[in-house]
């Protein structure tokens, strides 16, 4: 069971839409893929075309002791979800145990039967994104090919990933860079990605993601860009970047 985290400090960098689109590509492509929605807003819920209203059990019900697999539910995609509702929003204040770091790895470990678990993450080191790391063995980080993104994706790795590596998880892996919202007609876009991919050699996807409002329009649709406008860019790149998902992770394509 590989388990993702879809993380970056910057917000509306593509997390959601990375962690949505390739999840639901994982799973036409017959994998057994679980998503977690660990943002408070349930953007990825909704993404899945479901509803983050409080009342079906969902990831704040398991952090007040419900079990994991009874907040599992089957999504239209395939993809198996735990949703995320506004209630999540105290999860600073519900998780004061000792060792709370450790909940979700330890939820995790009574969950069988899937291939991939993808975390999607919000735009800040709350308890949550500790969470999802402490418990994941990749990090993806998406980024916009802009200076400041850039940054964000260096201090994500300097004063976070390293942390966490040393302290809490040291099989996490931060394994994966991906370019969003990316316009080959900006001279800013295709230097910053080049200087991306120096940063960070071997570590940043060959594919970008580029920008393509069919993708902000099958969110709000609550389908996947595959169902949505299946030959459009965004489809193309997403498709793309799960090969490569696949690949360097190991995972082997069931269709
Ligand atoms: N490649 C793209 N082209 C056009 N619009 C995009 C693209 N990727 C994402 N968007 C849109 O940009 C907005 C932010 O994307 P998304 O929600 O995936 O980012 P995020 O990093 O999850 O944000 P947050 O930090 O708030 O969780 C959304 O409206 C989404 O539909
Ligand atoms: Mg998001």
């Not at 239209?76 to 979700?104: P, W, Y």
Request: glycine share 6%.
């Amino acid at each position: 069971m590989k388990k993702i985290c879809f993380l970056s400090l910057k917000g509306g960098t593509g997390k959601t839409t990375t962690a949505f689109n390739v999840a639901t590509q994982l799973a036409n492509q017959g994998l057994k893929v679980l998503a977690i929605d660990l943002d408070p807003q349930g953007y990825l819920t909704c993404s899945f075309g479901e509803s983050t209203a409080a009342g079906r059990k969902n990831v704040h019900d398991v952090i007040n002791g419900v079990p994991i697999k009874e907040a599992i539910r089957e999504t239209k995609s395939g993809v198996h979800l735990i949703a995320a509702d506004l209630e999540l929003t105290t999860a600073d204040l519900d998780m004061k145990n000792e060792g709370r770091e450790f909940f979700m790895r330890k939820a995790l470990e009574k969950v069988t039967g899937y291939d991939v678990v993808v975390f999607d993450c919000c735009p800040f080191m709350g308890i949550l994104s500790v969470n999802a790391l402490v418990a994941s063995d990749e990090l993806i980080i998406p980024t916009e090919p802009e200076f400041l993104a850039m940054r964000g994706v260096r201090q994500l790795y300097l004063k976070v990933v390293q942390i966490i590596q040393k302290d809490l998880n040291p099989d996490l892996e931060f394994s994966g860079v991906v370019v969003t919202k990316f316009d080959s007609r900006k001279r800013n876009h295709r230097e910053t990605s080049e200087k991306i991919a120096k940063l960070f050699p071997d570590k940043v996807f060959e594919t970008k993601i580029r920008t393509n409002v069919a993708l902000a329009n099958a969110t709000a649709a609550g389908v996947s860009i595959f169902d949505f406008a299946p030959d459009s860019n965004g489809a193309t790149d997403y498709k793309a970047l799960t090969d490569e998902v696949v690949k360097r992770y190991g995972l082997e394509k069931k269709v």
